[in-house]
Nanobody
């Protein structure tokens, strides 16, 4: 059973930055993030799930328009860890942030195999 554990959330003022991390474990091989597409999504209270960014097996990336130019998804294959660098944060970015793995090596919107428990991000104006 694969476990994904997010960290790095917190409270910041508008315009600030945070870097989220997602550590993968429990896979037979230690390079899980190098095999499957990895995703960050968020969900705010009373709102639906919003997929923010995806990185595929070869490093190709996709971003939602709402975060394009502000957020950067990346991964460290040696550490089996996914990251989301978030810059110029806005109050509307306040949400619970989750990492997830895709069902195969390529990005397919909202098709996840595993996801973590989430980390809260709160942006004040």
């Amino acid at each position: 059973q694969v476990q994904l554990v997010e960290s790095g959330g917190g409270s910041v003022q508008a315009g600030g930055s945070l870097r989220l991390s997602c550590a993968a474990s429990g896979y037979t091989y230690s390079n899980y993030v190098n095999i499957y597409a990895m995703v960050w999504f968020r969900q705010a209270p009373g709102k639906g799930r919003e997929e923010l960014a995806c990185i595929d097996r070869v490093g190709g990336t996709n971003y939602a328009d709402s975060v394009k130019g502000r957020f950067t998804i990346s991964k460290d294959n040696a550490k089996n860890t996914l990251y989301l660098q978030m810059n110029n944060l806005k109050p509307e970015d306040t949400a619970m942030y989750y990492c997830a793995s895709g069902r195969d090596s390529w990005c397919s919107p909202y098709e996840y195999m595993y996801w973590g428990q989430g980390t809260q991000v709160t942006v004040s104006s």
